[in-house]
Protein backbone atom coordinates (compact mmCIF):
# COMPACT_ATOMS: atom_id res chain seq x y z
CA UNK A 1 0.00 0.00 0.00
CA UNK A 2 1.41 3.47 -0.99
CA UNK A 3 1.86 6.33 1.52
CA UNK A 4 -0.66 9.71 0.84
CA UNK A 5 2.92 11.41 -0.23
CA UNK A 6 3.73 8.36 -2.66
CA UNK A 7 -0.11 8.27 -4.15
CA UNK A 8 0.35 11.98 -4.99
CA UNK A 9 3.78 11.89 -6.43
CA UNK A 10 2.61 8.72 -8.73
CA UNK A 11 -0.12 11.33 -10.34
CA UNK A 12 2.18 14.18 -10.90
CA UNK A 13 4.95 11.96 -12.29
CA UNK A 14 2.41 9.79 -14.59
CA UNK A 15 1.02 13.06 -15.72
CA UNK A 16 4.38 14.42 -16.26
CA UNK A 17 5.16 11.33 -18.53
CA UNK A 18 2.20 12.73 -20.57
CA UNK A 19 3.83 15.90 -20.93
CA UNK A 20 1.63 17.72 -18.79
CA UNK A 21 2.27 19.65 -15.85
CA UNK A 22 0.22 18.22 -12.64
CA UNK A 23 -0.40 19.01 -9.26
CA UNK A 24 -1.94 16.37 -6.60
CA UNK A 25 -3.13 16.47 -3.12
CA UNK A 26 -4.10 14.36 -0.76
CA UNK A 27 -7.30 14.91 1.58
CA UNK A 28 -8.34 12.81 4.77
CA UNK A 29 -10.52 13.43 7.44
CA UNK A 30 -12.64 11.67 10.68
CA UNK A 31 -16.10 12.83 11.75
CA UNK A 32 -17.71 12.17 14.48
CA UNK A 33 -21.73 13.49 14.64
CA UNK A 34 -23.61 13.42 18.10
CA UNK A 35 -26.57 14.21 18.63
CA UNK A 36 -28.00 14.52 22.10
CA UNK A 37 -31.39 15.77 22.81
CA UNK A 38 -32.77 16.06 26.55
CA UNK A 39 -29.32 14.97 28.34
CA UNK A 40 -29.57 11.71 26.02
CA UNK A 41 -27.45 10.90 22.77
CA UNK A 42 -29.72 9.89 19.91
CA UNK A 43 -26.83 9.08 17.51
CA UNK A 44 -23.36 9.26 17.59
CA UNK A 45 -21.36 8.15 13.87
CA UNK A 46 -18.01 8.15 13.15
CA UNK A 47 -16.94 8.82 9.29
CA UNK A 48 -13.84 8.57 8.06
CA UNK A 49 -12.72 9.97 4.79
CA UNK A 50 -9.70 9.88 2.28
CA UNK A 51 -8.99 11.31 -1.79
CA UNK A 52 -6.86 12.44 -4.45
CA UNK A 53 -7.77 15.60 -6.83
CA UNK A 54 -5.10 15.90 -9.89
CA UNK A 55 -5.35 18.94 -11.66
CA UNK A 56 -2.98 18.91 -15.35
CA UNK A 57 -2.19 21.68 -17.39
CA UNK A 58 -1.34 21.18 -21.11
CA UNK A 59 -0.98 24.24 -22.98
CA UNK A 60 -3.03 26.39 -21.16
CA UNK A 61 -5.74 23.65 -20.84
CA UNK A 62 -6.81 22.45 -17.54
CA UNK A 63 -8.20 19.02 -16.59
CA UNK A 64 -9.02 17.89 -12.88
CA UNK A 65 -10.30 14.61 -11.74
CA UNK A 66 -10.50 13.05 -8.06
CA UNK A 67 -11.01 9.10 -6.67
CA UNK A 68 -10.77 8.11 -3.25
CA UNK A 69 -9.57 4.63 -4.19
CA UNK A 70 -5.69 5.13 -3.41
CA UNK A 71 -4.75 1.68 -5.55
CA UNK A 72 -2.30 2.37 -8.38
CA UNK A 73 -4.90 1.39 -11.34
CA UNK A 74 -7.23 3.82 -9.98
CA UNK A 75 -4.22 6.99 -9.82
CA UNK A 76 -3.34 6.20 -13.56
CA UNK A 77 -7.29 6.34 -14.34
CA UNK A 78 -7.21 9.76 -12.37
CA UNK A 79 -4.85 10.74 -14.10
CA UNK A 80 -5.81 9.38 -17.38
CA UNK A 81 -9.54 11.07 -16.82
CA UNK A 82 -7.72 14.45 -15.87
CA UNK A 83 -6.05 14.43 -19.02
CA UNK A 84 -8.74 13.43 -21.38
CA UNK A 85 -10.82 16.79 -19.78
CA UNK A 86 -8.01 18.76 -20.19
CA UNK A 87 -8.08 17.92 -24.29
CA UNK A 88 -12.08 19.21 -24.38
CA UNK A 89 -11.07 22.22 -22.27
CA UNK A 90 -10.57 25.89 -23.69
CA UNK A 91 -6.95 26.71 -23.32
CA UNK A 92 -5.76 30.08 -21.51
CA UNK A 93 -2.28 31.09 -21.83
CA UNK A 94 -1.96 32.31 -18.39
CA UNK A 95 -3.51 28.83 -16.91
CA UNK A 96 -0.07 27.96 -15.32
CA UNK A 97 0.51 26.42 -12.40
CA UNK A 98 3.19 28.35 -10.02
CA UNK A 99 6.68 27.53 -9.96
CA UNK A 100 7.57 24.84 -7.03
CA UNK A 101 8.53 25.98 -3.68
CA UNK A 102 10.00 23.93 -0.66
CA UNK A 103 7.66 22.82 1.82
CA UNK A 104 8.36 24.81 5.06
CA UNK A 105 9.73 22.69 7.88
CA UNK A 106 8.18 24.49 10.89
CA UNK A 107 4.93 23.74 12.81
CA UNK A 108 2.29 25.84 11.31
CA UNK A 109 0.13 25.21 14.36
CA UNK A 110 -2.95 24.14 11.89
CA UNK A 111 -4.41 21.09 13.35
CA UNK A 112 -4.95 20.00 17.28
CA UNK A 113 -3.02 16.42 17.26
CA UNK A 114 -5.59 16.55 21.20
CA UNK A 115 -8.38 15.67 18.55
CA UNK A 116 -7.26 13.04 17.63
CA UNK A 117 -6.67 11.73 21.39
CA UNK A 118 -10.52 12.65 22.42
CA UNK A 119 -12.35 9.60 23.00
CA UNK A 120 -16.32 9.21 22.14
CA UNK A 121 -17.24 9.39 25.48
CA UNK A 122 -15.20 13.15 26.19
CA UNK A 123 -16.94 14.12 23.16
CA UNK A 124 -20.58 12.61 24.14
CA UNK A 125 -19.87 14.74 27.53
CA UNK A 126 -18.75 17.99 25.56
CA UNK A 127 -21.81 18.02 23.57
CA UNK A 128 -24.48 17.01 26.72
CA UNK A 129 -22.96 19.85 28.93
CA UNK A 130 -22.66 22.47 25.80
CA UNK A 131 -26.63 21.28 25.00
CA UNK A 132 -27.16 21.59 29.29
CA UNK A 133 -25.68 25.04 28.86
CA UNK A 134 -27.49 26.35 26.25
CA UNK A 135 -31.30 25.01 27.47
CA UNK A 136 -30.09 26.71 31.43
CA UNK A 137 -28.87 30.04 29.34
CA UNK A 138 -32.78 31.21 29.15
CA UNK A 139 -36.39 29.31 29.65
CA UNK A 140 -37.56 30.12 26.20
CA UNK A 141 -34.61 28.40 24.56
CA UNK A 142 -36.33 24.87 23.33
CA UNK A 143 -34.10 22.34 21.08
CA UNK A 144 -35.38 19.23 19.13
CA UNK A 145 -32.02 17.94 19.25
CA UNK A 146 -28.41 19.51 19.54
CA UNK A 147 -25.94 18.56 17.24
CA UNK A 148 -22.42 18.81 17.14
CA UNK A 149 -19.44 17.56 14.39
CA UNK A 150 -16.95 17.58 16.55
CA UNK A 151 -13.56 16.70 14.03
Same mark, same amino acid.
Given at each position: M???????? *?????? =?????? =?? =???????????? &? *?????????????????????????????????????S???????????????????????? /????? &??? /????? /? *??????? =? /???????????A??????? *????????????
Open positions: MSPLEVAT *RAVQKA =ASQGAA =AE =AYIASGNQTTVQ &V *RQGEVEKLSYAGSKGLGVRVLVDGQMGYAYTSDFSEQVDQTVGAALELAEISDPDPHRVLP /DPKPI &VDE /DLQIF /D *RSMEETT =A /DNKVAFQKAVEAALGYDP *RIQVAAFNMYLD
